[in-house]
């Protein structure tokens, strides 16, 4: 961000302002849409996004939201692309003269999606021609804010390469998301807003967009027989064909640095996480999170609402960064919770619980494993 900017005092970890070169590339016109990502789903068996039954967020044209970082890289795996960084996304929005917004240096209320417009839902993709980027990007201001490649370092700038820049080097769960939502305000939707979130997070107002670098799409048309993954000489990230699936190709990497969990009977037990919170619901406002601890060490809870009184999910950590359980509720149209599904640290189900509601509250939970097999009662 240009130090004589405005919005410099607001976006803090946005400086200094600095040159970077990238290789030529190619990015998505609009963010992936729910129509595209149930391709994805269908074909894969992959989870469905977290928002899917909420109407507010299923029209087939609207970008896909409630998926996480490593949702976003199996989708753009499988779809032979992969997530941007935050470089290539800066550039694909700001152009090379500096201008703070797709469109100029000046926020338009009527160019985008975000909170003065009190839509409080994405709308579909490519609804705001005149928001278009410098490339003829769409939606790269406000709607659903997207993920990017890297890991998040919020002095990351100060010592960044200056050739494609990929973000810190060191093992991090901490992501990055750009282009602010239909919740944020000016400052937020500009092309030189970062935020930092969880990569284990799915939000209702975070989408993605897919890029492919021209020298990846080259290597790409030129794979043949059991050549079928090529690594770009300069970005390091894995390009894949028809030969390999995604899902085979994230089986083969890494799983960020978190602890084991076991879908064992003390793992049950911390399922009950909302019974042990001093919190009231009705007070959240959109996307918002409670920490239940927030001391060096000591285990804690992270809750996420997608609206008042709703959580979107809810994590477990053992230490600060070592992450137990991943828990998510299902509602159903009258907003009760009845279902719970919970995932371990690299993202599997390990069980679900079918409540049994009276009155809108659980009385009984049926929990069964990620086969479907029966396990017992959760006792209320």
């Avoid at 919005?7 to 595209?36: C, G, Q, R, W």
């Avoid at 993920?147 to 992501?175: C, H, I, L, M």
């Amino acid at each position: 961000i240009p130090a004589e900017s405005s919005l410099a005092d607001k976006l803090s970890d946005a400086v200094p302002e600095h040159m970077a070169y990238l290789d030529a590339y190619y990015i998505d016109k609009f963010e992936v849409t729910n129509e595209l990502y149930m391709k994805y789903v269908e074909k894969t068996g992959s989870k469905t996004p977290l928002f899917y039954s909420d109407p507010k967020f299923n029209d087939p044209k609207q970008p896909v939201v409630g998926v996480n970082y490593k949702d976003a890289l199996g989708y753009l795996l499988w779809s032979g692309k992969r997530l941007p960084t935050e470089a290539e996304w800066e550039k694909a929005a700001r152009g090379t003269d500096r201008r703070l917004y797709p469109w100029g240096n000046d926020f338009v209320q009527a160019h985008c999606n975000s909170y003065p417009n009190q839509l409080k839902a994405p709308v579909p993709v490519g609804n705001y021609p005149d928001g278009a980027s410098p490339y003829g990007v769409m939606d790269m201001a406000g709607n659903v804010s997207e993920w990017v490649f890297d890991g998040y370092g919020k002095d990351y700038y100060v010592n960044s390469p200056y050739k494609n820049p990929q973000g810190p080097t060191e093992t991090t769960v901490a992501r990055i998301i750009r282009g602010g939502d239909y919740n944020s305000d000016s400052a937020f939707v500009s092309g030189v807003a970062r935020f930092q979130i969880g990569e284990f997070s799915a939000f209702p107002n975070v989408g993605l967009r897919g890029v492919v670098s021209v020298e990846e799409l080259e290597k790409l048309f030129l794979i043949t027989g059991d050549d079928a993954v090529k690594e770009a000489p300069v970005s390091g990230i894995t390009v894949i064909s028809k030969e390999k699936t995604a899902l085979d190709l994230l089986s083969q990497k890494e799983s960020p640095r978190i602890a084991p969990s076991t879908a064992s009977d003390s793992a049950f037990k911390k399922v009950r996480y909302f019974k042990n919170l001093e919190f009231d619901g009705s007070k959240c406002v959109g996307s918002s999170e409670i920490h239940r601890s927030r001391r060096a060490g000591a285990p804690y809870w992270k809750i996420y609402f997608h609206s008042p009184g709703k959580i979107a999910q809810a994590q477990y950590y053992d230490k600060r960064e070592d992450l137990q359980l991943h828990i998510e509720p299902v509602y159903d149209t009258l907003g009760n919770e009845a279902q719970i599904k919970l995932y371990d640290n690299k993202g599997y189900l390990v069980y679900r619980s079918e409540r049994v509601l009276e009155q809108g509250r659980p009385v009984k939970g049926i929990l069964y494993s990620a086969t479907g097999d029966y396990l017992g009662e959760e006792k209320f």
